[in-house]
């Protein structure tokens, strides 16, 4: 079965950064869209932001827009989040996932999903 792993989640204060990983050693991410998605305790799971697999297309919901910045180095088969300027609201389990075609924040559209890091901001 394949998997993503993610890294690079843990505690933060507010108004810190972090930046989360993606990768996976089973198959090429290359041609694959790339979510990150996050659940916060006792909510849906939310779509935070995507990219395609040229990286030509991003997309990101409101709330993260100008402080979060979805990348990916096909290289390395790896693909990132930046995340920036955090907030408490920003507390949440974020996982990535796969996909191919379109860049879409709707969990139900993606097939193959990591494990989920755990970020945290507080002071």
């Not at 989040?81 to 955090?86: F, I, S």
Request: glycine fraction near 12%.
């Amino acid at each position: 079965q394949y998997q993503l792993v993610e890294s690079g989640g843990g505690l933060v204060q507010p108004g810190g950064s972090l930046r989360l990983s993606c990768t996976t050693s089973q198959f090429s991410l290359h041609d694959d869209t790339v979510g990150w998605f996050r659940q916060a305790p006792g909510k849906e799971r939310e779509g935070v932001s995507c990219i395609t697999g040229s990286g030509s297309t991003t997309n990101y919901v409101h709330s993260v827009r100008g402080r979060f910045r979805v990348s990916r180095d096909n290289a390395k088969n790896t693909v990132y989040l930046q995340m920036n300027t955090l907030e408490p609201e920003d507390t949440a389990v974020y996982y990535c996932a796969a996909k191919m075609g379109l860049c879409v924040l709707r969990p139900d559209e993606y097939d193959i999903w990591g494990q989920g890091t755990q970020v945290t901001v507080s002071a």
